[in-house]
């Protein structure tokens, strides 16, 4: 079974088409799935609207809270309580359409793979409609920090489409702490240091407007979160060092 998890604040207007999408392609599949959704504060009917479509896909479930604490927290919430052989994490908006599932599943079904994420940036990656220039700016400096702070293996660490195996998920996000936009550098620095096989694959993208993204708060939370991540992997290193050092003493 695939688990399909979802962080959604205020997405009212696009969750309903995402989740018929999602419902009849892996229907049309013949998947056996869960979708999982988690709301993450919304002050809209993003719950309701939710709600309203569980009776048609019987499979959906729901986690609400009523404060929003960020994506990263809010895909921790989902991939804590999936029940799949493999987890899928991907953006309510669909900016990589569900269709590019089959790129990416195999390699985990096989288990060639632990994950397999998707990247806007590898060669053969098709952007049908780029993301504003600011939004591509941040993106373009962001990756730059995170390949000299923390993680140099990944061309693209932020697109909303991976899949992991589901006790592979599960065991990441059971011990990330990043509550905001830098999760998913946390997670595969994680899964980097745990020997985990991660594999970076292109795929379409689409992008939708509306963004939550703030351009300067969201911009100084990454960067703190990286200086975070870059912190604790440090203090893991020291640990191993001094674990190493103490065998031959």
Known sequence: MISIVIAAYNEERRIGESLLKIKDYLTGRNEDYEIIVVDDGSTDNTAQVVVDYKPEITNLKMIR???????????????????GDAILLTDADLS????????????????????VIGSRALKSSTL???????????GKVF????????????LDTQCGF???????????????????????????VMAQKRGYRILEVPVKWIDS??????????????????????????????KVRKQEKNKYE
């Open 65 to 83: 809270y009523p404060k929003n604490r960020g994506k990263g927290y809010a895909l921790r919430k989902g991939v804590l309580a999936s029940t």
């Open 96 to 115: 990589t359409p569900i269709e590019g599932l089959p790129r990416l599943l195999p390699l985990i079904s096989s288990q060639e793979y632990d994950g």
């Open 128 to 138: 049908i409609r780029k993301q504003p220039w600011w939004r591509q700016g941040m």
């Open 143 to 154: 990756n730059k920090i995170v390949r000299f702070m923390v993680l140099d293996d990944f």
């Open 162 to 188: 991976k899949i992991f195996s589901g006790d592979t998920a599960r065991s990441l996000f059971k011990d990330a702490r990043i509550d905001r936009f830098a999760y998913d550098v946390e997670i595969l």
């Open 209 to 238: 407007p509306g963004s939550k993204v703030h351009p300067v708060l969201d911009s100084l939370q990454m960067f703190f979160d990286l200086v975070k991540i870059h912190k604790r992997l440090n203090h893991e290193n020291t």
